[in-house]
T-cell receptor, first 115, second 112 residues
Framework: AQSVTQLDSQVPVFEEAPVELRCNYSSSVSVYLFWYVQYPNQGLQLLLKYLSGSTLVKGINGFEAEFNKSQTSFHLRKPSVHISDTAEYFCAVSVFTGGGNKLTFGTGTQLKVEL | DAGVIQSPRHEVTEMGQEVTLRCKPISGHDYLFWYRQTMMRGLELLIYFNNNVPIDDSGMPEDRFSAKMPNASFSTLKIQPSEPRDSAVYFC??????????FGSGTRLTVV
């Protein structure tokens, strides 16, 4: 079975500073990787996804993530954050085979952008 | 497309009552998922369907929970009887194979 670890439950950062949200996964087979964002009282919105090909993936709102197979990581980055980026961010993994297309989520990282 | 549509947005019910949550997936998506989100347990996959067929219901907490997908455009999650510990936000999501799931806005269930 696959699993996802988000080590940081909260990340405070000042506006216009860079940010990295960490995600590590565990799986015995090849995976798809995703980042979702959840604003208060809303559903989850897909930020970006890695399916294959280039290991650097660009998403919406200026976010990007890099797939590192050797370190089993998929960290999310943004060079300059805005107040509106304050939200909870979830990393998720799904496998190519067996379990269909179901997503396994990490516990989430609360990004708090301060002035 | 209007996205994944869930109803109701909020539901408050008394313990012991039956609750039915509804979901309309995005047209053409093969997969439909039901997730539950709580502070204590985070996001949990309850059940998912492929082409209207339940594939994995190992996440359904107990027999009080049931889910159906009678056709490609509609699914329900039913709790009977409901208990206070069922209070949570329930999300429906749909996807193509290998693609990221698109989530609905959720149903916030409160059982008193």
């Amino acid at each position: 079975a696959q699993s996802v670890t988000q080590l940081d439950s909260q990340v405070p950062v000042f506006e216009e500073a860079p940010v990295e949200l960490r995600c590590n996964y565990s799986s015995s087979v090849s995976v798809y990787l995703f980042w979702y964002v959840q604003y208060p009282n809303q559903g989850l919105q897909l930020l970006l996804k890695y399916l294959s090909g280039s290991t650097l993936v660009k998403g919406i709102n200026g976010f990007e993530a890099e797939f590192n197979k050797s370190q089993t990581s998929f960290h999310l980055r943004k060079p300059s954050v805005h107040i509106s980026d304050t939200a909870e961010y979830f990393c998720a993994v799904s496998v190519f085979t067996g379990g269909g297309n179901k997503l396994t989520f990490g516990t989430g990282t609360q990004l708090k952008v301060e002035l | 497309d209007a996205g994944v549509i869930q109803s109701p947005r909020h539901e408050v019910t008394e313990m012991g009552q039956e609750v039915t949550l509804r979901c309309k997936p995005i047209s053409g998506h093969d997969y439909l998922f039901w997730y539950r989100q709580t502070m204590m347990r985070g996001l949990e996959l309850l059940i998912y369907f492929n082409n209207n067929v339940p594939i994995d219901d190992s996440g359904m907490p107990e027999d009080r929970f049931s889910a159906k997908m009678p056709n490609a455009s509609f699914s329900t999650l039913k709790i009977q009887p409901s208990e206070p510990r069922d209070s949570a936000v329930y999300f429906c999501a749909s996807s193509h194979p290998g693609q990221g799931a698109i989530f609905g806005s959720g149903t916030r269930l409160t059982v008193v």
